[in-house]
């Protein structure tokens, strides 16, 4: 794929419409020809957990304009296809969509799952794990515009050593949750954008969550204070683990 435009946003608390900031970069004919970042007024305010991840505050998306207003000056990104680096932007993207009634028709690539398929004998597949793995320079993680230019390209490097491409494959709830549980554990921790990917794709797959409750219930419970410490994630991991322990 030649043309494609890769996001990343970033959210100010746990709610996924809560978008403080966006970046994208515009890739044509294999090359990244345009960056761009945005800060938002996210829906809900900050959260003192989120703003240490990404260091956004209050005092700098006050004067900013929310997502719907902010729609009309980049709705042209959404012509091409997207690719990020998890399914949470994904989510957060529709989550804005429906909240202020835009309507966006997208095609998304989660470049995660491209990764793991294409490189199965890595140890991590996480943003800067495949950054440092494809000797890129350093970039400062968590930086909305930053992340979607290693986004844009770690996908050229994958296509690099693919040159079939990739066919989008039509999987079943249970296999694209294997799917999400695995990466999650790739490197053998979970972090708290990774538990609200998960809590969020679990609410949005309510069979899914009645069949593994326990997942669904200790990841609503570790969460509900918005914010996950290392005895909370470590209790999630166990989880996660025993699950593809049983599913084999």
Same mark, same amino acid.
């Given at each position: 794929?030649?043309?494609?435009?890769?996001?990343?946003?970033?959210?100010?608390?746990?709610?996924?419409?809560?978008?403080?900031?966006?970046?994208?970069?515009?890739?044509?004919?294999?090359?990244?020809?345009?960056?761009?970042?945005?800060?938002?007024?996210?829906?809900?305010?900050?959260?003192?957990?989120?703003?240490?991840?990404?260091?956004?505050?209050?005092?700098?998306?006050?004067?900013?304009?929310?997502?719907?207003?902010?729609?009309?000056?980049?709705?042209?990104?959404?012509?091409?296809?997207?690719?990020?680096?998890?399914?949470?932007?994904?989510?957060?993207?529709?989550?804005?969509?429906?909240?202020?009634?835009?309507?966006?028709?997208?095609?998304?690539?989660?470049?995660?799952?491209?990764?793991?398929?294409?490189?199965?004998?890595?140890?991590?597949?996480?943003?800067?794990?495949?950054?440092?793995?494809?000797?890129?320079?350093?970039? &400062?993680?968590?930086?909305? &515009?930053?992340?979607?230019?290693?986004?844009?390209?770690?996908?050229?490097?994958?296509?690099?050593?693919?040159?079939?491409?990739?066919?989008?494959?039509?999987?079943?709830?249970?296999?694209?949750? &294997?799917?999400?549980?695995?990466?999650?554990?790739?490197?053998?921790?979970?972090?708290?954008?990774?538990?609200?990917?998960?809590?969020?794709?679990?609410?949005?797959?309510?069979?899914?969550?009645?069949?593994?409750?326990?997942?669904?219930?200790?990841?609503?419970?570790?969460?509900?204070?918005?914010?996950?410490?290392?005895?909370?994630?470590?209790?999630?991991?166990?989880?996660?683990?025993?699950?593809?322990?049983?599913?084999?």
């Amino acid at each position: 794929m030649k043309e494609f435009i890769a996001i990343d946003f970033e959210t100010a608390n746990p709610q996924r419409v809560s978008a403080c900031a966006l970046g994208y970069a515009k890739v044509s004919d294999c090359k990244i020809i345009e960056t761009k970042g945005y800060l938002i007024k996210p829906v809900g305010g900050h959260a003192t957990f989120q703003s240490k991840i990404h260091g956004i505050k209050d005092a700098d998306t006050f004067n900013k304009p929310e997502f719907g207003e902010l729609f009309p000056k980049i709705e042209n990104i959404f012509n091409y296809p997207l690719v990020a680096h998890s399914l949470f932007d994904k989510q957060v993207l529709c989550a804005l969509s429906d909240h202020f009634n835009i309507g966006i028709n997208f095609n998304y690539i989660d470049s995660i799952s491209i990764a793991k398929e294409k490189l199965p004998n890595l140890k991590s597949y996480k943003l800067k794990a495949l950054v440092k793995h494809f000797g890129f320079p350093a970039f &400062k993680h968590h930086d909305a &515009k930053e992340d979607a230019i290693a986004c844009a390209n770690i996908f050229l490097k994958i296509q690099e050593q693919d040159e079939s491409g990739h066919a989008e494959r039509t999987v079943d709830d249970i296999s694209e949750f &294997k799917g999400l549980v695995i990466g999650i554990l790739a490197d053998d921790e979970v972090n708290y954008k990774e538990a609200y990917e998960l809590l969020y794709w679990l609410d949005d797959h309510d069979d899914i969550a009645w069949q593994y409750q326990n997942i669904y219930f200790k990841t609503k419970e570790v969460l509900e204070d918005d914010h996950l410490d290392r005895i909370e994630a470590m209790e999630i991991k166990i989880l996660l683990e025993r699950f593809l322990q049983e599913t084999r």
